[in-house]
């Protein structure tokens, strides 16, 4: 199921400078998570597993079954969200694999994604995942959001993937002259999201995104330095990388309370409109 993944030599320098001994593996069938007995045989390829668990008191009542699973001693890798190259530090050395559907992915495009999974995984202060990286904190996203239990997981997973950006961009950036080919993959990958970044609090108000999709879509860009539009620009900021979880709950609960406010200014101008017309009938 998992083979070694041979590197072009700018991607081996990367690893060696943030991940070293880190190994890349190509999947051979596609995931989200892999099952735990599947998963069980990358003991033949690393030295030692080490599953993960964390308190299920972390989780609201209504937490994703996935999302228990992950919690649990399960060995667990890989969650929805994860895009299409994952790592784990569950392994020893850790692993960076790249999932089967990566076949479709622009090869400069790839080796970018496989270098952003190097100085991920070769930073400790970065979590594996948006669960260890809320912690306790989870419940209190979930309070803070009138969003069911698959959207607030989208949107924690956002919240974490921008957290993440602050951390890496500027790995990214500093390619520029050394890993020239990597840097420009980056540049043009964010390029791309300009568009659709500066449309996106209309494509939520006319209902073709949600607010979900719409937080992923913005977290996302981070990573880019790209420029995200209101509400989304207070989580581009030095606060939000110094003080994470937290205050990404604050944004949450100010964010979700402005758009309660903005609806019932909308319904009470739809109101009041209603009354004049029907006065002037």
């Known amino acids: 199921m998992f083979e070694t993944r041979t590197l072009p030599s700018d991607l081996e320098s990367v690893r060696d400078e943030y991940a070293s001994g880190a190994l890349v593996l190509d999947v051979a069938g596609d ?22 668990a964390y308190p299920v008191e972390w989780l609201p009542d209504d937490a994703p079954q996935q999302l228990r699973r992950y919690a649990s001693s399960d060995f667990t890798i890989g969650m929805p969200g994860d895009g299409t190259v994952t790592w784990s530090r569950q392994t020893d050395p850790p692993v960076v694999l790249v999932k089967y559907r990566a076949k479709g992915t622009p090869d400069d495009f790839l080796d970018f994604l496989i270098a952003e999974a190097f100085v991920q995984a070769g930073n400790d202060e970065i ?44 790995a990214f950036a500093s ?23 500066s449309n996106l609090p ?27 539009p209101a509400p989304f620009s207070a989580l581009d900021t030095a606060a939000y990388r110094d003080h994470g979880p937290s205050y990404a709950v604050k944004w ?16 009470g101008g739809e109101s009041d409109s209603a009354a004049d017309d029907a006065d002037s009938a």
């Not at 599947?38 to 030692?48: I, Q």
């Not at 419940?139 to 957290?163: F, H, I």
């Not at 993959?185 to 999201?193: F, M, Q």
């Open 31 to 52: 995931f989200d998570t892999i099952p735990p007995e599947a998963a069980e045989n990358l003991g033949l390829v690393v030295e030692s597993l080490s599953p993960a």
């Open 202 to 228: 209309r494509l939520v108000a006319l209902g073709r995104l949600s607010f979900a999709e719409a937080t992923e879509f913005a977290c996302s860009a981070v990573k880019h330095g790209r420029d995200l």
């Open 252 to 267: 949450a609960e100010k964010t979700f309370a402005q758009l309660a406010a903005d609806d019932d200014a909308a319904s």
């Open 127 to 170: 979590p594996e995942h948006f669960l260890p990286f809320f912690g306790e904190q989870y419940r209190d996203l979930a309070a803070a959001t009138p969003l069911g239990p698959s959207e607030t997981y989208q949107v924690a997973a956002a919240l974490y993937e921008g957290w993440v950006g602050l951390h890496t961009r500027e």
């Open 175 to 197: 390619w520029e002259g050394d890993h020239e080919r990597l840097h420009d993959a980056w540049v043009d990958a964010g390029g791309r999201l300009d568009d659709r970044l």
